[in-house]
């Protein structure tokens, strides 16, 4: 079946540091990707998306590029902010249904 | 506009008991999705809903669980004598459609079998 493996944390980096979180997919067919976000207390949020291979996904300094060859969609930011703090999902949608296939999460700490 | 509501927030129940997890969907939101977050088993999918059929049940754990969605609306999520490993937070989502991608969650619903 379809599903997700992410890079486990937690990952701590300090304000302006570069931050990638990894993640690949095993997929039937052509599946969108995502990275959802779940900030301390609060529900979780859609941070970006790509549809398919090689779109870009960005959205507050975050992106994601969609590799079908590599079957990976890793996050990346090029500088960090206490912020930025959360817990990181990244997940594929089956085509049929569009249900959510979640990764493992993985936990960003930024220190000031 | 409101986003997706679930009640209660909490629920703490007795082991054996049946429990009821409400969802209010966005307005005009025909897909409904419940997911189950739970330390360790992670962010899992439990049911889908389109209007009010559920053509994917996949996720149901057991047939202790149940859901139903009325109106093409709210959605009801029904635990049966319930188990310490139900303890979890339930999340429900909803979408424009099927196809539209963009899936909007809401807080939850803590629930606490002791």
């Known amino acids: 079946g379809n599903s997700v493996t992410q890079m486990e944390g937690p990952v701590t980096l300090s304000e302006e540091a570069f931050l990638t979180i990894n993640c690949t997919y095993t997929?039937?067919?052509?599946?969108?990707l995502f990275w959802y976000v779940q900030y301390p207390g609060e529900g979780l949020q859609l941070l970006l998306k790509a549809t398919k291979a090689d779109d870009k996904g960005s959205n507050k300094g975050f992106e994601a590029t969609y590799r079908k060859e590599t079957t990976s969609f890793h996050l990346e930011k090029g500088s960090v902010q206490v912020s930025d703090s959360a817990v990181y999902f990244c997940a594929l949608s089956e085509s049929d249904t569009d249900k959510l296939i979640f990764g493992t999460g993985t936990r960003l700490q930024v220190f000031p | 506009g409101a986003g997706v509501s679930q009640s209660p927030s909490n629920k703490v129940t007795e082991k054996g008991k049946d429990v009821e997890l409400r969802c209010d969907p966005i307005s005009g939101h025909t897909a409904l999705y419940w997911y189950r977050q739970s330390l360790g088993q992670g962010l899992e999918f439990l049911i889908y809903?389109?209007?009010?059929?559920?053509?994917?049940k996949s996720g149901l754990p057991s047939d202790r669980f149940s859901a139903e969605r009325t109106g093409g609306s709210v959605s009801t999520l029904t635990i049966q004598r319930t188990q310490q490993e139900d303890s979890a937070v339930y999340l429900c989502?909803?979408?424009?459609?099927?196809?539209?991608?963009?899936?909007?969650f809401g807080p939850g619903t803590r629930l606490t079998v002791t």
């Open positions: 997929a039937t067919g052509y599946p969108s």
């Open positions: 989502a909803s979408s424009w459609d099927r196809g539209s991608y963009e899936q909007y």
């Open positions: 809903f389109q209007g009010n059929s559920a053509p994917d």
